[in-house]
């Protein structure tokens, strides 16, 4: 009995099966590419996070050294065009980092805290004695990887409010705004604590009056590629903690 070939039909329904095969093995594999691209780049920013609060912490602040601070009278401290030296303002007392988010976009930008070292002769002990300024000569922006955009930032788990909050400070206080000096803390410890708040009203350099405290806040980032979501939640412990939890959304829930 002699062999027999393909018919023509029959050939086309083997390729149309083969590539129905192909698309749905590329599918399956570029989205896991995806999914851990995404899982990267959430993870890549909240290492950023956690950067920000350790240069808090450790008193740490990247400058252009292009300015100069000098202590205000019962006001904001006063910012000059100069060229003083590392550590050389000796008026001024570095408080934190502030985080401007830019919501529906891919960027950051992380700005310098300070504020007057003195008040009425005396040394500071509170953020309304010091009278903080975000000093925007220290202005560095970043980019989220892989395009990751910010949904919301909130005190709300579930982004009821996306635009209530668009920044961040993380201060070296107690919750209740006290500068740290070892002897003033209401955790009654010679260790520094750092407190993370959110912003009122930003509009200007100064965040004195404007900064509230929550036990809980809220950064949720999507990913428009593969409709996920990941929600990282500041916990404001004696130093803020982070967490993560991943959701096949785009709106943390």
């Keep these: ?22 698309i749905a093995a590329y599918n399956l594999v570029y989205g896991k590419i995806s999914e851990t691209d995404f899982q990267v780049s959430i993870n890549n920013f909240k290492v950023q996070l956690q950067q920000i609060i350790s240069n808090s912490a450790e008193g740490f602040h990247p400058t ?56 009425s002769g005396s040394n500071s002990t509170s953020i309304n004695q010091a009278f903080p300024i975000i000093i925007n000569q220290t202005k560095l922006e970043n980019i989220t990887k892989n395009q990751l955009s910010f949904y919301c930032i909130t005190t709300s788990k579930f982004c009821s409010n996306p635009n209530l909050i668009n920044e961040l400070v993380f201060l070296s206080t107690d919750s209740n705004q006290n500068i740290m000096n070892g002897i003033n803390s209401t955790n009654n410890s010679n260790s520094q604590p750092l407190t993370g708040f959110y912003i009122n009203n930003s509009t200007l350099p100064s965040i004195a009056g404007n900064i509230t405290f929550s036990n809980k806040i809220y950064i949720c980032l999507s990913s428009g590629s593969n409709n996920q979501s990941g929600l990282i939640t500041i916990s404001n412990q004696f130093i803020p903690t982070l967490s993560l939890k991943l959701y096949n959304n785009l709106k943390c829930q």
């Design 64 to 119: 252009t050294q292009s300015f100069s601070c000098t202590n205000g009278y019962l006001t904001s401290p006063i910012i000059t065009t100069g060229s003083s030296k590392f550590g050389s303002n000796t008026g001024c007392i570095f408080l934190g980092q502030a985080i401007k988010f830019n919501i529906g976009k891919t960027s950051y930008n992380t700005y310098s805290v300070v504020g007057n070292q003195t008040y």
């Design 1 to 22: 009995m002699s062999a027999k070939g393909f018919t023509i039909i029959e050939t086309m329904i083997v390729i149309a099966i083969s590539a129905i095969l192909a």
